[in-house]
């Protein structure tokens, strides 16, 4: 089969012919249809920590073409059912292949049913940024979900936690609005909302190009602030009318995102980043709470060896993107994000799609070319569709 395979002597990536992967007793052998890139993908491959050959990306969408003698009968998945998730890729030292190829295996129970009237390339776009917004809501910080995972407080879902009962009304700020995880933790708040009963007063700060858009549905924000104006974090301190927001997501976390979203916070505010702060793209001094971060690989509930630390298998963290992505298979309510649908298929990811990214940065992206597809991203996702010969 085709697969887009790392190089990491010369910091890219080729299409190679590599053998057919076999599943294990517990996993699904996938027939890839689409997938979706991701700003890691490109980090990974320009500042490589896998090895040559390692297959790379991360999201994809595809058909069942075999399930393993353990998948059981409980799971209602069956041959040729649409479904998605995502995979590692080169994004760690541990040597387990990614989803930019043919054909992949997945664990069973870590993939959701697509729903009719999704497409495939729309599916694609979801599993990782969906979940990554999911465990920093709702696994880390605490929020209220509209699901219940095996360690979740022993109370029914839509109840508020004790923290949250004397407060009818929250404030949460998302800085990085109109990125694929702030839209995903946008619509995921809404949930909250409708499942705890709570009125959300939901702030945002983004360009103004996508303001509309965001206090628009799914997204349905209350105010949104213009990330380029250097009062910002006063602005959103007003708009809470000085007591601060309860909750804060940096969805960007380079520079000085976090020490700015961080001044956003109530004094028993709750944050959470996209970026540890051992990886050294944010500096921030004096804040009044550590962020909490957590990689969206602990998901996979496998030790990851990632951005010079190890993180250990965590079944917790498995659990809850299990029951993340129960909830999706039973229609939960996430509207993808966004496509911006690429031309070619696995040839053309590396020179459009990885260099449309950059190497680690929003700042380093490359955005010179005279091709449509090439424009500056913003508020879209890149899918590519994997035509099988």
């Not at 070319?369 to 090439?374: H, I, L, N, P």
């Amino acid at each position: 089969m085709k697969a887009l395979t790392l190089d990491a002597e010369r910091r890219t990536a080729h299409v190679q012919s590599i053998p057919e992967q076999y599943p294990a007793p517990n996993e699904l052998l996938i027939r890839v249809r689409s997938v979706a890139l991701n700003p890691v993908d490109s980090l990974y491959v320009f500042n490589p920590l896998g090895s040559t050959g390692r297959v790379i990306g991360s999201d994809f969408a595809g058909l069942i073409e075999f399930l393993g003698d353990a998948v059981p009968e409980t799971s209602t998945l069956k041959l040729g059912d649409r479904v998605a998730g995502f995979l590692q890729g080169a994004c760690s030292v541990n040597q387990r292949p990614g989803a930019f190829a043919e054909y992949l295996v997945c664990p069973w129970d870590l993939v959701w049913k697509v729903k009719d009237g999704i497409r495939l390339e729309e599916a694609a776009a979801v599993s990782l940024c969906g979940l990554t917004a999911a465990q920093a809501l709702f696994f880390r910080m605490d929020l209220k979900a509209p699901f219940l995972w095996p360690e979740t407080p022993a109370m029914t879902a839509g109840q508020a936690k004790p923290e949250e009962e004397s407060q009818s009304t929250l404030s949460i700020f998302i800085y990085g609005a109109s990125t694929s995880v702030g839209m995903y933790a946008a619509q995921l708040i809404q949930r909250s909302a409708e499942s705890s009963g709570k009125t959300i007063r939901l702030f945002g700060a983004a360009s103004q190009k996508h303001f509309n858009m965001l206090k628009a549905e799914p997204y349905c924000y209350t105010e949104v602030v213009d990330y380029r104006d250097e009062n910002w974090p006063a602005k959103v301190l007003g708009l809470t009318d000085g007591a601060g927001a309860n909750y804060a997501y940096d969805c960007i976390s380079e520079g000085l995102t976090v020490s700015n979203t961080g001044k956003t916070l109530a004094p028993s505010g709750k944050m959470a980043i996209v970026r540890s702060r051992e990886g050294g793209a944010w500096t921030a001094e004096n804040l009044t709470v550590e962020p909490s971060y957590g990689a969206v690989w602990e998901g996979l509930g496998e030790d990851v060896q990632y951005q010079g630390m190890v993180l250990p298998a965590s079944h917790k963290a498995r659990n809850f993107a299990v029951a993340f992505y129960k909830w999706l298979s039973e229609g939960g309510k996430l509207k993808p994000n966004p496509l911006r649908e690429m031309p070619g298929g696995l040839e053309s990811i590396v020179d459009d799609g990885l260099k449309l990214l950059g190497s680690g940065t929003m700042g380093d992206r490359d955005t010179k070319s005279e091709k449509d597809w090439m424009r500056p991203l913003s508020a879209e996702k890149m899918v590519y569709r994997i035509a099988i010969e």
